[in-house]
């Protein structure tokens, strides 16, 4: 089978083309998306407030199937329609590498999954131009990459780089932003967003609105509460049972924290965020008493969970 094989491209644009370079970026996206053997286009602006250049990472499963597209009618069109709008009437490759590239240098990642609407993908690609080219225009912008389903009714991702947190943070609060989310809701029928490198990956999604994760304290609370139950069921039941299999401390142990970390990660963990995301993701929209009667709540639960547990251990 070959490798995966990606073609890196500059473009040097001419100023005050941007609108006219991302109404090509959607013709451009719309045309390879369908081209066999496509996995994803990356397209990262100018690094430098004095820079020009545009990078364009497309990511194909096969040298061939790129070099296919190199040869094909609908890139050689593409380009005609890309050189009037470049300094220097070219559109450059800068690099082909014989596997997928990642950008380079630290991030702060988005990732957002969403469920285009059936029938709507050509209006969801326009529509991640026009966002694409308004991030841009932000402090901190890295890029945006685009990978399109896998299969029919998937979903597709994307991915947004920023160089802080703080420069992330001031896209996702920007009412420009809120203006094209409200826009899209006439073609996404969903979408999931989630941070990289959070305190707790992968157990906890990010808000669809506000695209800000729960407070730290808040998940770890919610940790406890299940972990706390799994763990002394673990002693009382698994405890003996491993003993007397002759394994040593450690291993015990070990198989003992993998089977309370799987249970914290695909039981409790999903069941809570679901029961108490209205606490999780309170803000100052929500009702005052939302966050007493939740840490209430919480502290309720501990309670029960404590005394209905208090004779489960001999000692």
Not at 6 to 25: C, D, M, N, Y
Not at 168 to 187: G, I, N
Request: aromatic letters at 10%; one cysteine or more; charged letters at 20%.
């Amino acid at each position: 089978m070959s490798a995966p094989a990606v073609l890196i491209a500059s473009a040097k644009l001419r100023p005050g083309r941007e609108q006219a370079f991302s109404a090509w970026q959607a013709r451009h996206n719309a045309i390879i998306d369908k081209f066999p053997g496509f996995i994803s286009s990356d397209v990262i602006p100018p690094t430098q407030p004095d820079s020009n250049e545009w990078t364009i990472v497309l990511n194909f499963r096969s040298e061939d199937e790129l070099a296919a597209w190199q040869r094909s009618g609908e890139r050689a069109e593409l380009v005609g329609e890309v050189v009037p709008l470049l300094e220097g009437g070219s559109l450059g490759e800068a690099a082909r590498l014989d596997r997928p590239g990642a950008p380079p240098g630290p991030n702060v990642t988005e990732v957002i999954f969403s469920k285009v609407k059936p029938g709507m993908d050509t209006t969801y690609r326009e529509w991640a131009v026009r966002i694409q080219a308004a991030q841009a225009r932000y402090a901190g912008y890295r890029g945006m990459y685009l990978q399109p389903p896998t299969e029919k009714d998937g979903l597709w991702t994307t991915i947004i780089r920023f160089d802080t947190a703080e420069h992330l943070e001031a896209w996702m609060d920007a009412p420009e932003r809120a203006e094209l989310l409200a826009e899209s809701k006439a073609f996404i029928e969903q979408e999931q967003l989630m941070r990289l490198a959070t305190s707790f990956p992968g157990w906890v999604p990010i808000n669809p609105v506000t695209g800000k994760g729960p407070p730290n304290w808040k998940t770890a609370l919610l940790v406890v509460l299940g972990l706390f139950p799994i763990v002394m069921i673990e002693m009382r039941l698994l405890g003996p049972i491993l003993t007397g299999l002759g394994l040593h401390a450690s291993a015990a142990t070990f198989i003992s924290n993998c089977i309370s970390v799987a249970a914290t990660t695909f039981v409790t963990m999903p069941l809570f965020i679901r029961w108490f995301g209205w606490w999780l993701f309170a803000d100052q929209k929500s009702p005052t008493w939302f966050e007493p009667a939740g840490l209430s709540l919480l502290v309720a639960l501990f309670a029960v969970e404590i005394g209905a547990l208090w004779n489960l251990l001999p000692w």
